[in-house]
């Protein structure tokens, strides 16, 4: 099972870095991600990695403040986030992903995790 950890109350401009332990995958995994939610909306793709070429992938409004990597040595896969915005303000779930058109994308997955809040607030 995938567990996050990390989130937090952040003010308008700060960082914050998230942490996924992610289970162990199966060797033809496509992509594993981080998504967020917010109310009862559907999981909104925020970046994710492809297995295949290690390549990471971001929405268009995450992309340049966002930094998605993984840490192999301890099984985790990073969110770092930069200059964080109140629209930012969710709960944040990694899962195994794949892409809908350049979107990083949880298709039917629906075994999410407690998931982690990030609120930014002023």
């Known amino acids: 099972q995938f567990v996050e950890f990390g989130g937090g109350l952040v003010q308008p401009g700060d960082t914050l870095l998230l942490s996924c332990v992610v289970p162990d995958l199966p060797p033809d995994y496509f992509a594993v991600g981080w998504f967020r939610q917010v109310s009862e909306k559907d999981h909104e793709g925020v970046a994710c990695?492809?297995?295949?070429?290690?390549?990471?992938h971001y929405s268009r409004n995450t992309r340049d403040r966002f930094t998605m990597s993984w840490d192999y040595a301890r099984n985790m896969i990073l969110l770092q986030m930069s200059s964080l915005r109140p629209e930012d303000t969710a709960v944040y779930y990694c899962?195994?992903?794949?892409?809908?058109?350049?979107?990083?994308?949880?298709?039917?997955?629906?075994?999410w995790g407690q998931g982690t809040q990030v609120t930014v607030s002023s």
């Open positions: 899962g195994p992903s794949g892409l809908t058109s350049g979107t990083c994308d949880p298709g039917d997955y629906d075994e």
């Open positions: 990695i492809t297995g295949e070429d290690g390549r990471a």
